[in-house]
């Protein structure tokens, strides 16, 4: 079962893409989401100082002090409520995150509910940690939100342990309205159901959306985030969790047996990343203008069904009246287009040949590349 885990089909696609342009053709890049910009240059300062000055030794497994602390003003200032810095734990991104509060909340053959379409690494973490995922399916009748309807649906062939819920939303960009998050974090809490909240695309949000915290609406949910997105650190992994106080010690306990403790120079550089935030801010105006423009162009090049892509930096949209197997379709037009994206199916195993899904984390000049190629393309294939 371990061994035959599914693979994170987006990176196949990023290695066919890599592949294309070291043959020598140029490549839009809009199949993966990762920031094209590194870390903010107050951490990268930062980095070049601790390499002198800083034995960068193990630390202990929730991290060093300063970051939970810093974390906890973080929450305060985004979200204006104050959490207990004991309840945050540091980890190796929120992959690391995820892995840890799943061993500590769950004992073999619990079972999780996930949305489909959804990050394909939940269900293949659940499979690798002997967990069950349930799919909880959702689509545009609910602009993409799961809903207590979902919730009673997924858990009527048996009671679940636990849901993961992310907002803003991989791959579709969906936030959470305050009073729809609520609604679910009340429903885990009545059917004794551990939340998990997926907060890892927070601080990346358009036109007047608000991305609430479940540790505003519960201190039993489990909150996963990062340094990843919105603070443009992808290689250095640092994550974090706030924890419910009872999983607090297991989580530790597990950290200290299965990985020691985060990367010391990642933690250090990400404690001055959270004073960056007027570089950071200048990333989302960035997203803001590609997102712009894939949604003004994708219509142009045939594609009108979009899901809502209100944060994240995703736009999910329906291909199957262009090609039944958007595996194909991206095949093609990475091959006669140069446009590198990422077909559904990673994200949807059963409805995903029909939808791709488009990363706006790149620069405008590589969407409105993409744009351009994508609807001369269409154009062709409507005169042929
Ligand atoms: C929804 C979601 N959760 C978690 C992760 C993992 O992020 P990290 O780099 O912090 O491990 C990703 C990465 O793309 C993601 O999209």
Redesign the pocket.
């Known amino acids: 079962m371990r061994q035959s885990i599914d693979p994170f089909y987006v990176m196949e696609v990023v290695a066919a893409a890599d592949a294309a342009e070291r043959a020598g053709n140029a490549v839009f890049h809009l199949e993966v989401?990762q920031p094209s910009t590194g870390a903010p240059a107050g951490a990268i300062a930062r980095a070049h100082e601790l390499l002198d000055t800083n034995v960068l030794g193990y630390t202990t497994s929730r991290g060093i002090a300063e970051l939970p602390m810093g974390i906890a003003g973080h929450i305060a200032d985004w979200h204006g409520i104050d959490v207990d810095p004991a309840r945050i734990a540091i980890a190796?991104?929120?992959?690391?995150a995820?892995v840890l509060a799943l061993l500590a909340a769950f004992e073999p053959g619990a079972r999780v509910g996930v949305t489909v379409p959804g990050?394909p690494?939940y269900r293949n973490m659940l499979a690798a940690l002997d967990l069950e995922a349930v799919p909880i399916r959702i689509d545009a009748t609910t602009d993409f939100v799961p809903t207590v309807d979902h919730l009673d649906a997924a858990s009527a062939t048996g009671p679940l342990d636990g849901v993961i819920v992310?907002s803003p939303?991989?791959p579709t960009g969906t936030v959470l309205s305050r009073a729809a998050l609520t609604a679910l974090v009340s429903w885990c809490e009545e059917h004794d159901c551990r939340f998990i909240s997926?907060e890892?695309?927070h601080g990346l949000i358009y036109e007047g959306a608000e991305a609430t915290t479940a540790t505003e609406l519960s201190d039993r949910a489990i909150v996963?985030n990062?340094?990843?997105?919105y603070f443009s650190m992808?290689g250095w992994?640092i994550?974090w969790a706030v924890l419910p106080e009872d999983l607090v010690t297991p989580f530790d306990r597990l950290a200290q047996n299965l990985v020691i403790c985060p990367p010391a120079i990642s933690q250090h550089v990400a404690l001055a990343a959270l004073g960056c935030h007027d570089e950071l801010r200048s990333h989302v105006d960035r997203y803001t203008e590609n997102r712009a423009i894939l949604l003004d162009g994708l219509p142009k090049a045939g594609m009108t069904d979009l899901a809502p892509a209100d944060g994240?930096f995703y736009v999910w949209a329906r291909t199957d009246h262009l090609a039944a197997d958007s595996k194909a379709l991206a095949a093609e037009w990475l091959r006669e287009l140069g446009v590198a994206a990422t077909p559904g199916v990673d994200f949807d195993p059963d409805e995903g040949h029909r939808w791709m899904r488009f990363s706006f984390c790149g620069t405008p000049e590589t969407m409105r590349g993409a744009i351009d190629a994508l609807t001369t393309w269409r154009l062709r294939s409507l005169a042929g």
Request: with cysteine; glycine share 16%; aromatic share 16%.
């Open positions: 989401g190796q991104g929120a992959s690391g995820f990050y690494c992310a939303s991989n997926d890892i695309y996963i990062s340094f990843s997105k992808t992994r994550g994240a």
